[in-house]
């Protein structure tokens, strides 16, 4: 199989690989993966990040608020900032803290007496050069750039890697602060762009800040810097929730093509609302922002640079030719805004979660725009690109993914279910409903997976295990005599029995395998095995 340049270089974002067998995790993996003890006490509630950019020396300087709720006693709190990045001072109550460090992860010792119920505040005041991405986002850190005019062109990416990577914070998905306000100086002659809403500017001298302020609740990487010479233009879109303040932001020579290729907001908008529900974050407004990569979901600050082409860097990931009636960045990192920034994992080894539902919400756009014809002949022709390298979820608690399936196979099984639910309305409805049940909350593959069975009226334990957790695909073998189709499943876990929607002479016909051989007799000898259920056929 020839395989897209695109999933190699997914399957190796982020984080190292998982084989399914034993692998040598380090103690750094366990400090980063998991609810540590000094984790699981406290409860964040708000950031007050405040950070110095200077892009000539490639240097941060600042200070992070931790504003956090006392949940059970305890004197030691871990916080996480990555090497080469230094602490310099940790305070509470103007009082400063002795902390220990192992690796990236930092431990303080805490004077004051943590009450259960209480709310706490430590400042942490760091700097340092941070790791610079290399080939953002894939490898994440800070991305130091320059325009066509020679200015700074700088931006953050650090899913899977960590938002520690440039500032220090509570590491883990599973905790998510209420709100937060991220404060970036600049040379005055650039400007940032964050997430939530501008409260205001202040300058100084040859310096300017910029204070955004963000009302809900967001995970860690989704914190995000953009720093350039950028030319902006507002527009407002009408929907669910009433208006909703969109703002763009791009390199001045790039203000035309984007006012143009930008119009496709609105368009997806449009398309996940209906099918998503509301967007999630109308306090915090929606941007798209230029940036010197790819792109990449940053809550209410979705990065954008796929060159105003319509596909992934004007190539179609499908084959079919309607991957090009889109720009894959603008609909697939926006798709993010529900399912990752909304919907978002607790644990990595989830990631699916994300990117599963977020692949698939690439067809339900073309499924409002263009029809469930286009949308299916889409989804089906990225199976092209799954190679069933390794289980789609990962080892927990190490901060590892698993396959970089987790795209389009997790697409394929969203796909699959839809047929299995036989009414797009319902299913419509369930997904509408992850994205309400589920609000600004971190959750488990486990959590969606009973969701989705109890909502749909299935049991469909052993379709997650099949496809989440092995690499098989189902095989459905059969031979016909006549008018009699005798077939069965191979290649299934127990219990494995995933009806199958069959065409004869034309007419819709369903038959329920298993892994035992069963006999039927149909209407005629003309028999097509519908296309949209992700399985293997062999006809013996």
Known sequence: MKFNKYLIAISALLMASWTGSAQNFTRQDTLRGSITTEREWWDLNYYDLNVKVDPSEKFLSGYNVVRYKVLKASNVLQIDLQEPMKISAITQDGKKLKF????????IQLKKKQVPGDFNEIKIEYSGHPREAVRAPWDGGFSWKEDSEGQPFVATSCQGLGASVWWPNKDHMYDEVDSMRISVTVPKDLMDVSNGRLERVDENGNF???HWFVDNPINNYGVNVNIAHYAHFHETYQGEKGPLDMDFYVLPDNLEKAKKQFTQADMMLRAFEHWFGPYPFYEDGFKLVEVPYLGMEHQSSVTYGNKYENGYLGRDLSGTGWGLNFDFIIIHESGHEWFANNITYKDIADMWVHEGF???????????HFGTK????????TRANIRNDKPIIGPYDVNTSGSGDMYYKGANILHTLRQL???????RQILRGLNT??????????????????????DLSAFFNQYLRTTMIPKLEYKMEGNEMTYRYTNVVEDFDMPIRLFVDEKEHWIFPNSEWKTEKLEGPELVIDKNFYIDTEKR
């Open 437 to 458: 049940d589920f609000y600004h909350q971190t959750v488990t593959s486990a959590q969606i997976e009973n969701y989705l069975s109890e909502k749909s009226g299935k």
């Open 374 to 381: 286009a949308s299916a002949e889409y989804v089906i022709g």
């Open 208 to 210: 300017k800040t910029y």
């Open 100 to 107: 220990t460090s192992e690796g990236n992860a930092h431990f």
């Open 358 to 368: 977020t692949a698939y919400s690439e067809n339900l756009y073309l499924d409002y």
């Open 421 to 427: 639910v036989e009414d797009d309305e319902l299913w």
